[in-house]
């Protein structure tokens, strides 16, 4: 038994205690009280079943013609347990058509209710409708789309579920749009990764392809110009190694295939490691590398994986910062873990473009976008990497430059 059939039974069950109970409180004699359940039942019963007919084959009409049956099954099962009854109970002539005039009067009342409860229902439903089909519409990007979605659910006529729907309805439209905004952003992303890896992958190619030929024709034959070309071979093609090692390494966090290395460190140990390794680049660019950093706690993380990230951040750090600048490494702790700020004086970000900074392939402006020593990834490589050890970076101004953050839950 379903649970529908399970609550009609109840309500009947409920119906006949109770007409026993009034029956029995006004000493009615019980043949009597059969008989009236009994013709009430049958006659009720007969009337109901007539009406569930009428209602299922009308299925699929509109809201309003189901409404208005609803309404006449329900005013016919009543009237008709009462007629009989009245019959059984042989009632006079002028009793009856005194009924009648009752009845025919609550069934106006019926109807005019039914076909007003259809049409606040039939409204619904096509506001509803008309909210679907908003969902597949190009709508414009703009700050009031989503207020006017609201507007729109909150205007919905008609039983409580319709305005569920409504509000469900309006959930998926706006996770929809929020899908489709990031797949626009994702494809200028990259359509832009496309640009600049071409351009990064062109240059080198082709300075390393002139000087080969060079090399191969005798026209370079000086020792010192053989010297010179052979290095910057070398460093062209250690430029290219990079640049598929990042390409590479985002393929992997891009495409869920990520897995941290079994080799767990302390973090104190990966931070110590970073700064080495930064130092000698600071040293050459003529930049300060300041430590601040303090006693870490014992956040276990992958060695391989985090110490990229640190060093992608910090080398971003020491290039964008002028010679004779600051780059400060820092840590602290805070109820949720453990926070890492490296903090440069790069100048600053546009706040406009802040939001991009871990953008694949973002460079900002064109003088970033000219440095030789990127690819636009590391800082996409960076967040993919802190993400997969559970953490989150962020980027603010201060002062003369940028402080990104990392924060590692403990």
């Given at each position: 038994m379903s649970a529908r059939q399970g609550?009609?039974?109840?309500?009947?069950?409920?119906?006949?205690?109770?007409?026993?109970?009034?029956?029995?409180?006004?000493?009615?004699?019980?043949?009597?009280?059969?008989?009236?359940?009994?013709?009430?039942?049958?006659?009720?019963?007969?009337?109901?079943?007539?009406?569930?007919?009428?209602?299922?084959?009308i299925r699929g009409r509109p809201v309003r013609a189901q409404a208005l049956v609803v309404a006449l099954s329900s005013l016919l099962v009543t009237v008709s347990g009462i007629v009989a009854?009245?019959?059984?109970?042989?009632?006079?002539?002028?009793?009856?058509?005194?009924?009648?005039?009752?009845?025919?009067?609550?069934?106006?009342?019926?109807?005019?209710?039914?076909?007003?409860?259809?049409?606040?229902?039939?409204?619904?439903?096509?506001?509803?409708?008309?909210?679907?089909?908003?969902?597949?519409?190009?709508?414009?990007?703009?700050?009031?789309?989503?207020?006017?979605?609201g507007a729109a659910t909150d205007d919905v006529t008609g039983p409580g579920e319709l305005a569920a729907l409504a509000r469900e309805l309006a959930d998926v439209s706006a996770e929809l749009d929020e899908s489709r905004r990031r797949e626009r952003t994702l494809e200028a992303s990259r359509r832009e990764l496309i640009a600049w890896v071409s351009h990064d992958l062109r240059s080198p190619l082709a300075t390393i392809r002139a000087m080969a030929e060079a090399l191969d024709d005798k026209i370079a034959d000086d020792e010192d110009t053989v010297a010179r070309y052979h290095r910057q071979i070398r460093d062209d093609a250690e430029r290219l190694t990079a640049l598929v090692d990042d390409l590479f390494e985002l393929s992997r966090i891009n495409s869920g295939s990520l897995r941290l290395?079994?080799?767990?460190?302390?973090?104190a140990d990966v931070v110590a490691d970073a700064l080495a390794g930064a130092a000698t680049r600071a040293s050459v660019k003529d930049v300060e590398l300041v430590e601040q950093v303090g006693a870490l706690p014992d956040v276990e993380v992958s060695a391989r994986e985090f110490t990229r990230a640190l060093d992608n951040l910090l080398d971003n750090a020491v290039r964008h910062t002028p010679p004779g600048g600051r780059v400060v490494v820092e840590s602290r702790t805070d109820p949720d873990g453990v926070v890492l700020q490296v903090v440069d004086e790069c100048g600053g970000i546009p706040e406009t473009e802040l939001t991009r900074v871990f953008d694949v392939a973002f460079r900002g402006d064109a003088a970033r976008g000219r440095d030789a020593g990127g690819g636009g990834l590391g800082l996409a490589i960076v967040r993919g990497l802190v993400e997969a050890h559970s953490g989150s970076v962020e980027v603010a101004n201060r002062d003369r430059g940028c402080c990104f953050t990392i924060r590692l839950p403990s």
């Open positions: 609550w009609s039974v109840a309500v009947l069950a409920a119906g006949l205690i109770v007409a026993a109970g009034i029956a029995a409180s006004v000493g009615l004699d019980t043949g009597d009280t059969i008989v009236l359940v009994s013709v009430t039942v049958l006659a009720s019963g007969v009337a109901a079943a007539v009406g569930a007919t009428v209602l299922r084959a009854s009245a019959w059984a109970m042989f009632i006079s002539t002028h009793d009856l058509a005194a009924l009648f005039v009752v009845v025919s009067v609550a069934a106006a009342v019926a109807v005019g209710a039914a076909l007003q409860l259809g049409d606040d229902i039939g409204t619904g439903a096509r506001q509803v409708v008309d909210l679907a089909r908003t969902m597949v519409d190009d709508r414009p990007e703009d700050a009031d789309a989503d207020v006017q979605l290395s079994d080799e767990m460190v302390g973090l």
